[in-house]
């Protein structure tokens, strides 16, 4: 695990080897909007040595052993563009500074998201997203309502703790936004649908945090999957790890 300076914040990263003797594009695996690194556990390396690709897993800003945001709740509340902010400013910075050109990009939930936005805008070799949220749904709102009841009054926060050095902010930072009723109108379909590379979509059939209108309308220029999971919530690589983690091998192997 390294640290490195990105527009001026400590990012957390990890590097995962590649076994393939040809240069393969390498995997960067964009967490949740309450992940970091040590929540993808081990299933990034399996991914890698399945792939044969190299890989990328880092926390975001205010996540994992990532810098904090001071006064995450008032003067550094986040804006209702946040995961275009780190989509368009912040990834490309991290990516500069690995030397990474067209990479795969490979996200759950808002790292799915903000894979969406880099890939409208910047070169990549594919996109996989599991659970995206291309629009706000009432179930979405919902389900965010419920994980504040359970951080405040459950044993979120406690189960969360171990899982970042500043729990308060990676919570906060997410859900307020959230839960902003102008968020409401967040809606990444345009951006989508200039996608040119191909695009992979990942959706259980229980996701609690958006129905399958998460992926059929993403619609992007080039060519597009999808794979709907039974017996499947919103982390299709914790519910469904090996078949997921199978699908995504399949698509990668397909490429040009």
């Not at 910047?122 to 599991?130: D, G, L, Q, W």
């Not at 379909?189 to 998460?214: H, S, W």
Request: net charge negative; hydrophobic share 40%.
């Amino acid at each position: 695990m390294e640290k490195l300076q990105v527009n001026g914040v400590g990012i957390e990263v990890q590097r995962l080897p590649g076994s393939m003797s040809r240069p393969l594009a390498p995997i960067i695996f964009l967490h949740e909007g309450l992940g970091s690194v040590a929540m993808w556990r081990d299933w990034p390396a399996q991914v890698c040595a399945e792939t044969g690709r190299a890989g990328i897993v880092y926390s975001r800003r205010g996540y994992g052993q990532s810098d904090s945001i001071p006064d995450v709740r008032g003067s550094g509340r986040l804006g209702l563009d946040y995961m275009h902010r780190e989509a368009l400013q912040d990834l490309p910075a991290l990516l500069d500074g690995l030397g990474i050109a067209s990479p795969v990009l490979l996200g759950h939930s808002d790292g799915a998201t903000i894979a969406l936005l880099y890939a409208s805008r910047f070169p990549v070799t594919a996109c996989i997203v599991m659970a995206p949220h291309v629009i706000v749904e009432d179930l979405s709102v919902q389900s965010i309502e419920e994980a504040r009841q359970a951080y405040g009054s459950g044993n979120l926060r406690e189960r969360l703790e171990r899982y970042h050095a500043d729990v308060d902010c990676a919570f906060w930072q997410w859900n307020d936004i959230w839960l902003s009723p102008a968020f409401r109108d967040f809606d990444i379909r345009a951006e989508c649908r200039r996608i040119e590379a191909p695009v992979l979509a990942i959706q259980g059939e229980q996701d609690p945090y958006g129905t399958l209108r998460q992926i059929d309308e993403i619609a992007p220029l080039g060519p597009f999957e999808t794979e709907v999971l039974p017996q499947c919530g919103h982390s299709p690589h914790r519910d469904q790890p090996e078949r997921t983690r199978h699908r995504i091998a399949g698509f990668l192997a397909a490429l040009p």
